[in-house]
């Protein structure tokens, strides 16, 4: 029996990687030919750390010592540049179920900002219109994108700088999501924009938001709104000390869902 050719996943120069030291203090760092990673605990050469596998222990010219990994996507996230306010992973992953984002669904994305949920969709494998009023944010969120993303993704990724509340050109789409400060504005253009059966699902901070979405929807096409958020509780787990941690993922925003019913 032959077998089989495994990939090779050692680390490479050009790629983006994780460098966790002994605090559990994360470092995002882009791998370089000659390059080096510089902090107050001395430097580690990124030829030390090219080739490597995930997960090998690395030690600081000063002896300070660090794991590396390749980022997630919840880590590239929260670690990358940002031109406005990235939803959190926790709200992330939601909007993925309740969009019920699959292979080559059709998603309008209005309100890109830094790009965070553009590349959640995109490793879901969605085709994406995006339509951003800021130049500069749209400008982050590809660039973004591009640094994060797989070239047949990025292929899928399309940003328009222009205005949601003025319309929208496409038809026939899978799935609206919005993150905008009036998403009520949009609810027309979407009606007309999706398909029978199409899912709109916005994200909003305040609950006065969502409450004048909701009342759009209900004179909409639109059905089965919901409206929810989601709370994140780490828990601390060391021997027989188990307690939730003191901090925790609370309130960032309100996610209203709802479906489109075939026109009379």
Request: glycine residues 8%.
């Amino acid at each position: 029996m032959t077998e089989p050719v495994l990939p090779d996943r050692t680390l490479r120069a050009g790629e983006r990687v994780l460098l966790i030291d002994r605090k559990k203090r994360r470092y995002l760092v882009t791998l370089e030919a000659g390059g080096e990673f510089h902090t107050h605990s001395g430097f580690i050469a990124h030829a030390d750390i090219i080739g490597q596998n995930e997960g090998a222990p690395l030690r600081s010219t000063r002896g300070a010592t660090f794991s590396v990994f390749r980022p997630t996507l919840s880590d590239f996230v929260l670690k990358m540049p940002r031109g406005a306010q990235v939803i959190y992973p926790k709200d992330l992953g939601a909007i993925l179920m309740q969009a019920d984002i699959f292979p080559g669904a059709r998603v309008l994305e209005s309100g890109v900002g830094s790009g965070a949920l553009s590349m959640t969709l995109l490793r879901a494998g969605a085709v994406i219109s995006g339509y951003e009023l800021r130049a500069d944010f749209a400008a982050r969120a590809r660039k973004n994108v591009e640094s994060f993303c797989t070239p047949d993704m990025v292929a899928n990724y399309t940003v328009h700088e222009r205005d949601c509340y003025e319309g929208i050109d496409e038809e026939a789409l899978d799935r609206v999501i919005l993150d905008l400060p009036e998403p009520w504005q949009v609810v027309a253009h979407a009606e007309r924009a999706l398909r029978p059966g199409g899912i709109l699902v916005a994200y909003t901070p305040a609950i006065t938001q969502a409450v004048q979405l909701r009342e759009r929807l209900v004179a909409s096409g639109f059905e089965l709104a919901e409206t929810m958020e989601v709370l994140h509780r780490g828990w601390n787990i060391d021997g027989m000390s188990v307690r939730p941690d003191h901090r925790m993922v609370a309130h960032t925003g309100f996610l209203t869902n709802a479906r489109l019913l075939p026109s009379a």
